[in-house]
Nanobody, 121 residues
Framework: QVQLVESGGGLVQAGGSLRLSCAAS????????MGWYRQAPGKQRELVAR???????NYADSVKGRFTISRDNAKNTVYLQMNSLKPEDTAVYYC???????????????WGQGTQVTVSS
C-alpha cells in the first residue's frame, strides 16, 4: 500500500517560519502531482501549493511570496517552506498525492494524516 507521512508542524509566532515535509512510500510507480492543502476550523479544505503533473507549481494567492514548495523526486518527498507566517495561516495542513501504484494504470488520490500549524499573534 501507499502512505503519506507528514512532519514539521507546530506553534510559531507571527512572522516566523516553519518547514513541512511529506514523504510518500509504498508500491508507487509514479507520482502525477503532489502538494499541500489546509483546513482551518469551520472552513473548507483549500489548496496551499502543489506540483502539477507537468511539474509546474500552483499557489494560493494568500501564500504567494511567503510559501515555497519544493521536492526531492528521488525520495518522493515534497516540502513546504512557510515564511512570514500570519495567524490566518493557522490550520491543519494535509499532504496530497495523485499517483500510480504497482499493478495498476489508474491514478489514485492519497492524503496524509494532517499536521497542525498554529500561528500566534
Amino acid at each position: 500500500q501507499v502512505q503519506l507521512v507528514e512532519s514539521g508542524g507546530g506553534l510559531v509566532q507571527a512572522g516566523g517560519s516553519l518547514r513541512l515535509s511529506c514523504a510518500a512510500s509504498g508500491s508507487i510507480v509514479s507520482i502525477n502531482g503532489m502538494g499541500w492543502y489546509r483546513q482551518a476550523p469551520g472552513k473548507q479544505r483549500e489548496l496551499v501549493a502543489r506540483f502539477t503533473s507537468f511539474g509546474r507549481t500552483n499557489y494560493a494567492d494568500s501564500v504567494k511570496g511567503r510559501f515555497t514548495i519544493s521536492r526531492d523526486n528521488a525520495k518522493n518527498t515534497v516540502y513546504l517552506q512557510m515564511n512570514s507566517l500570519k495567524p490566518e495561516d493557522t490550520a491543519v495542513y494535509y499532504c496530497n498525492a495523485q499517483l500510480r501504484r504497482v499493478g495498476s494504470v489508474s491514478l489514485y488520490d492519497y492524503w496524509g494524516q494532517g499536521t497542525q500549524v498554529t500561528v500566534s499573534s
